[in-house]
């Protein structure tokens, strides 16, 4: 199994960035996704997850409006899509996926809203 996330990086307050999952080593259309995130100091907390055929997500309240989640399961990928960024939002950011049974985490990726 193989998570690699994309698309981070540094943006203004009310920006907008767009993250990538691609996944590997399994039947990605079987298993639902998350979305993750690390501030300094902080535990990691659950931001956004989607069902195994994107019919249902869920949010964490403060991304409520701003942030999207979708998968497409021809091409292995779950995004998340971050509108209004604040910066409350910086954070390492984890692409997440339990797969029979077992958890399995991306790298991880940088996104840093600052003016």
């Known amino acids: 199994v193989q998570l690699v996330e994309s698309g981070g990086g540094l943006v203004q307050p009310g920006g907008s960035l767009r993250l990538s999952c691609a996944a590997s080593?399994?039947?990605?259309?079987?298993?639902?996704m998350s979305w993750y995130r690390q501030a300094p100091g902080k535990e990691h907390e659950l931001v956004a997850s989607?069902?195994?055929?994107?019919?249902?997500?869920n949010y964490r309240d403060s991304v409520k409006g701003r942030f999207t989640i979708s998968r497409d399961n021809a091409k292995n990928t779950v995004d998340l899509q971050m509108n209004s960024l604040k910066p409350e939002d910086t954070a390492v950011y984890y692409c997440?996926?339990?797969?029979?049974?077992?958890?399995?985490w991306g790298q991880g990726i940088q996104v840093t809203v600052s003016s």
């Open positions: 997440f996926g339990r797969i029979a049974l077992k958890d399995y």
């Open positions: 080593g399994f039947t990605f259309s079987r298993y639902g």
């Open positions: 989607i069902t195994s055929g994107g019919a249902s997500t």
